[in-house]
T-cell receptor
Framework: EAGVVQSPRYKIIEKKQPVAFWCNPISGHNTLYWYRQNLGQGPELLIRYENEEAVDDSQLPKDRFSAERLKGVDSTLKIQPAELGDSAVYLC??????????????FGPGTRLTVL | QKEVEQDPGPLSVPEGAIVSLNCTYSNSAFQYFMWYRQYSRKGPELLMYTYSSGNKEDGRFTAQVDKSSKYISLFIRDSQPSDSATYLCAISEDYKLSFGAGTTVTVRA
């Protein structure tokens, strides 16, 4: 079974430029998460989708970040404009059934963003 | 105060040693306690989870939770070079995972 796929794996941009990350979750997983992991820190949740609905975006900086999950499968996370402090690894995860307390989240390899 | 505090590393141990990793948490309502392993340039992968207080063993790995002191631990016995990775504790409340900062472990051959 294929895991969570993310692209690109690496991205280097200059500040004020836009950037987009793409995620394809595990087939059949209805719940999708975007996390940001700063260097030396654990992942922090940005947004969670159940199917195509963003059910928790409380930690998403909405002035510059946006996300979408059209058709409830693939998802895109966008930053516009990027700032130096956005340099981090952006992780996508998916899970089968969020109603279960021990529902396992499967992570993709992440996109490492460097903003110059 | 962060919800989950993890003992900082890094740790470097010889092959065959016991590795001990620890975290504390602040919210007594947390029910599920997890350990993730993250290899360099990879996403985290679930290693073990436990529910409430007690021990759980899986091969060379033992996860321990003490809810009275809000303390969780992971022990790796007979450590191998392939165990070299960053280990992240995580606490689950509903769907939301709160992660520790991670401890990087290097097992020297």
């Amino acid at each position: 079974e294929a895991g969570v796929v993310q692209s690109p794996r690496y991205k280097i941009i200059e500040k004020k430029q836009p950037v987009a990350f793409w995620c394809n979750p595990i087939s059949g997983h209805n719940t999708l998460y975007w996390y940001r992991q700063n260097l030396g820190q654990g992942p922090e949740l940005l947004i969670r989708y159940e199917n195509e609905e963003a059910v928790d975006d409380s930690q998403l900086p909405k002035d510059r970040f946006s996300a979408e999950r059209l058709k409830g499968v693939d998802s895109t996370l966008k930053i516009q404009p990027a700032e130096l402090g956005d340099s981090a690894v952006y992780l996508c995860a998916s899970s089968l059934n969020v109603a279960v307390g021990t529902d396992t989240q499967y992570f993709g390899p992440g996109t490492r963003l460097t903003v110059l | 105060q962060k919800e989950v505090e993890q003992d900082p590393g890094p740790l470097s141990v010889p092959e065959g040693a016991i590795v001990s990793l620890n975290c504390t948490y602040s919210n007594s309502a947390f029910q599920y306690f997890m350990w993730y392993r993250q290899y360099s340039r990879k996403g985290p992968e679930l290693l073990m989870y436990t529910y409430s207080s007690g021990n759980k063993e899986d091969g060379r790995f033992t996860a321990q939770v003490d809810k009275s002191s809000k303390y969780i631990s992971l022990f790796i016995r007979d450590s191998q070079p392939s165990d070299s990775a960053t280990y992240l504790c995580a606490i689950s409340e509903d769907y939301k995972l709160s992660f520790g900062a991670g401890t990087t472990v290097t097992v020297r051959a």
